[in-house]
């Protein structure tokens, strides 16, 4: 069965695992990466094309393609944006935009930033495809009882389970759930509290959590996609992206709409200049980067399509890797923390040859 959850045995691996003993009776231990390396092709999910955004910027000083790939969120979460943005690639609506804010330690957003109309004075902006939704902010999170039915449910996504492993993994999850945060772990590791929520886990691949009122929702990791807004109750429409390039904002879990991640091509938008206007926007409009398309990595020649898998969290070698990222033992460390932010157990995403 594909556990849908595994806070309680992972976290019980974290503290039962030895920190500290005689360097003479200490085993030799393999480095997070080893570990993945090790992993067989059992513990890795294909991502579907169709789930896979690609963003191509144009081309750097040298003349040389700058490619980002983004994975969208999987349902339930953030599913009325993901929509939106569905169809605003479809519309091929980015075409032409740029990217437009790089703020240091924070955000780079990407969308249209308008262009002055020397007649009326006022920016003006692309019209947006007919059909968008308008998300409330409600769809932020959701709640145990809306997750537990969605799993229930007839779902599409990687590793569904039968309608009995299902109710099984539900009732394991929500059993786990509750002894965990009624006994908390006594140490600060990734499987317990963290500073903003009362739990952390994986699912199905995202780090995600658990409020104290029961309520889940993805987190803002580096390299995390989300959704720019105006004041509430404005949610935004995923016309405007951002990613995450700097410490982990996690004041902005329930605040925002999370989409997706990047799983390649994080260097050519975390290495661009910051903009020197307010909040990191250039206020010289020269200094944006084109984008030249954004596309569902589907509607891509099938040569063209980039095809990745991540780490199954559910899996036994992630377990494993997430000790290691929790606990280093590898020969450069001298002190092993005893703990990790979920934040900095980055889930393994590879790319692989196209079938």
């Given at each position: 069965?594909?556990?849908?959850?595994?806070?309680?045995?992972?976290?019980?691996?974290a503290i039962a695992t030895?920190?500290?003993?005689?360097e003479?009776?200490?085993?030799e231990y393999?480095s997070p990466n080893a570990?993945v390396?090790?992993?067989p092709?059992?513990?890795?999910?294909?991502?579907?094309p169709?789930?896979?955004?690609?963003?191509d910027l144009?081309?750097?000083?040298?003349?040389n393609?700058?490619?980002?790939v983004?994975?969208?969120?999987p349902?339930?979460?953030s599913?009325?944006?993901?929509?939106n943005?569905?169809?605003l690639?479809?519309?091929h609506?980015?075409?032409g935009?740029?990217?437009?804010?790089?703020?240091?330690?924070?955000?780079?957003?990407?969308?249209d930033a308008g262009?002055?109309?020397p007649?009326?004075?006022e920016t003006e902006q692309?019209?947006?495809p007919?059909?968008?939704?308008?998300?409330?902010e409600?769809?932020y999170v959701i709640?145990?009882?809306?997750?537990?039915?969605f799993?229930l449910?007839?779902?599409q996504?990687p590793?569904a389970v039968?309608?009995?492993?299902?109710?099984m993994a539900a009732?394991?999850?929500a059993?786990?759930a509750?002894?965990?945060?009624a006994?908390?772990?006594?140490?600060?590791n990734?499987?317990?509290r963290d500073?903003?929520a009362?739990?952390?886990q994986f699912?199905w691949g995202?780090?995600?959590?658990?409020?104290?009122?029961?309520?889940?929702?993805?987190?803002?990791?580096?390299?995390?996609?989300?959704?720019?807004?105006?004041y509430?109750?404005d949610?935004g429409s995923?016309?405007?992206?951002?990613?995450?390039?700097?410490h982990?904002?996690?004041?902005?879990?329930r605040?925002?709409?999370v989409v997706?991640?990047i799983?390649?091509?994080?260097?050519?938008?975390?290495?661009?200049?910051r903009g020197?206007?307010d909040?990191?926007?250039?206020e010289?409009?020269?200094?944006?980067?084109p984008?030249?398309?954004?596309r569902?990595?589907s509607?891509?020649?099938a040569?063209?399509?980039?095809?990745?898998?991540?780490?199954?969290?559910?899996?036994?070698?992630?377990?494993?890797y997430?000790?290691?990222?929790?606990?280093?033992?590898?020969?450069f460390?001298?002190?092993?923390?005893?703990?990790?932010?979920i934040?900095?157990i980055?889930?393994?995403v590879?790319?692989v040859?196209?079938?």
């Amino acid at each position: 069965m594909n556990r849908l959850f595994s806070i309680a045995s992972l976290a019980a691996l974290a503290i039962a695992t030895p920190v500290a003993a005689q360097e003479s009776e200490q085993p030799e231990y393999p480095s997070p990466n080893a570990i993945v390396e090790a992993a067989p092709a059992s513990d890795w999910v294909k991502i579907a094309p169709s789930d896979l955004l690609v963003m191509d910027l144009a081309s750097d000083a040298e003349g040389n393609p700058r490619r980002v790939v983004i994975q969208l969120m999987p349902a339930p979460f953030s599913q009325g944006w993901i929509r939106n943005i569905r169809k605003l690639a479809a519309a091929h609506w980015w075409d032409g935009t740029s990217i437009n804010r790089v703020q240091d330690n924070y955000v780079v957003q990407w969308g249209d930033a308008g262009y002055d109309n020397p007649e009326s004075g006022e920016t003006e902006q692309k019209a947006l495809p007919e059909g968008l939704e308008t998300v409330p902010e409600s769809e932020y999170v959701i709640s145990m009882d809306g997750f537990l039915d969605f799993i229930l449910g007839d779902q599409q996504e990687p590793g569904a389970v039968s309608a009995e492993d299902a109710a099984m993994a539900a009732m394991e999850a929500a059993s786990g759930a509750a002894d965990a945060m009624a006994n908390p772990t006594p140490v600060p590791n990734w499987g317990g509290r963290d500073s903003y929520a009362e739990l952390v886990q994986f699912y199905w691949g995202w780090p995600t959590a658990i409020a104290s009122d029961d309520q889940l929702f993805p987190v803002h990791c580096y390299g995390a996609v989300g959704v720019g807004r105006n004041y509430s109750p404005d949610t935004g429409s995923g016309a405007e992206l951002y990613t995450v390039i700097g410490h982990a904002p996690r004041h902005l879990d329930r605040n925002i709409a999370v989409v997706g991640r990047i799983i390649e091509g994080m260097e050519y938008l975390s290495s661009l200049p910051r903009g020197k206007g307010d909040l990191g926007f250039y206020e010289d409009a020269s200094k944006r980067v084109p984008i030249a398309s954004i596309r569902l990595a589907s509607a891509l020649p099938a040569a063209d399509q980039p095809r990745f898998e991540y780490l199954d969290t559910e899996a036994e070698t992630f377990a494993k890797y997430a000790d290691a990222r929790a606990n280093r033992r590898d020969p450069f460390f001298i002190v092993p923390a005893g703990g990790a932010d979920i934040c900095n157990i980055p889930v393994p995403v590879r790319r692989v040859m196209g079938e």
